[in-house]
């Protein structure tokens, strides 16, 4: 796994100077403050000029500053409670228009993923699933969401789909103990990160499945186990994270899906919609 910016940061420290360190701790004690700073401001905060704290980003490795901001970002997602989310929002959109301020970062996340998004590793992904014998979808905690709606818009056009409801380890393996080489597990993890995920994708990928991970970062604590890796911006709105984003990718996945099987999705939405007719499930209003 790659080293994160708190490590890089402790490892060169006795290299730095006088006001590389002031920068240095500033970060070290409190980088979810300082995370979302420009600069310019974190330069002021600790008394030093911006472009002092521009060449410490690169003498760290970062090719600019805002590189480096990412990475303190990125160590931010994994490790702030509910309460430390809160007071960063609040920091961020203080004294701004609420409804632009989320809406707008949401249409960014999407175009950076938009931007981002390894092509070949999508429509691998859709392949793989449209060849597995079974398809399991898994998401822990809030990420469950996404699993239980791609799970549920899979289960319309195929027989073998499983939502593997994310409880203990021991019921998580008793769901998927028979998964095998000929199988795909769809897994769904974001910050903060769940251990029961690392144990599901481990034990499909030593089984022979295939694994399609969704999530942030390549430092995702699953994303070294993926066949195909979705990575999909998730960044801190409030105590949650904003989804917008690998629901995009869902949104996309399920139309090619349709796409190339449409013939046989086609006669099975006919049946199903005999099926809503004669039991009224829908209304006719």
Do not use: C
């Amino acid at each position: 796994m790659a080293i994160d910016v708190a490590q890089r940061i402790r490892d060169n420290y006795p290299t730095f100077s006088k006001g590389q360190k002031k920068i240095a701790n500033a970060i070290l004690s409190d980088y979810e403050k300082t995370a979302y700073m420009t600069a310019g401001r974190l330069g002021k905060l600790v008394g030093v000029s911006e472009s002092t704290v521009v060449r410490f980003a690169n003498e760290l490795g970062y090719e600019g500053y805002s590189e480096f901001q990412h990475a303190i970002q990125e160590l931010v997602r994994t490790k702030l409670t509910p309460n430390q989310r809160i007071a960063i929002t609040k920091q961020r959109m203080h004294h701004k228009d609420i409804i632009e301020n989320v809406m707008s970062a949401d249409i960014t996340r999407i175009r950076q993923t938009f931007e981002t998004l390894d092509r070949d590793a999508f429509y691998g992904a859709v392949d793989s699933i449209i060849t597995a014998k079974n398809i399991y979808v898994i998401g822990a905690r809030s990420a469950n969401t996404l699993a239980q709606f791609l799970a549920y818009n899979l289960s319309l056009i195929y027989d073998n789909v499983k939502h593997i409801q994310p409880m203990s380890n021991a019921e998580i393996f008793e769901q998927m103990f028979t998964i095998g080489e000929n199988d795909v597990l769809i897994a769904f993890s974001f910050p903060r990160y769940s251990s029961k995920m690392v144990s599901a994708v481990k034990y499909a990928k030593e089984n022979g499945a295939k694994v399609i991970v969704f999530t942030d970062s390549s430092l995702s604590p699953i994303s070294e186990f993926a066949t195909h890796l979705l990575l999909a911006q998730s960044d801190t709105a409030s105590f949650m994270d904003s989804f917008v984003a690998p629901m995009s990718i869902i949104n996309a996945m399920i139309i090619h899906i349709t796409h190339k099987n449409e013939k046989a999705i086609l006669q099975r939405f006919d049946k199903l919609e005999q099926v809503w007719e004669q039991y009224g499930v829908y209304t006719k209003r």
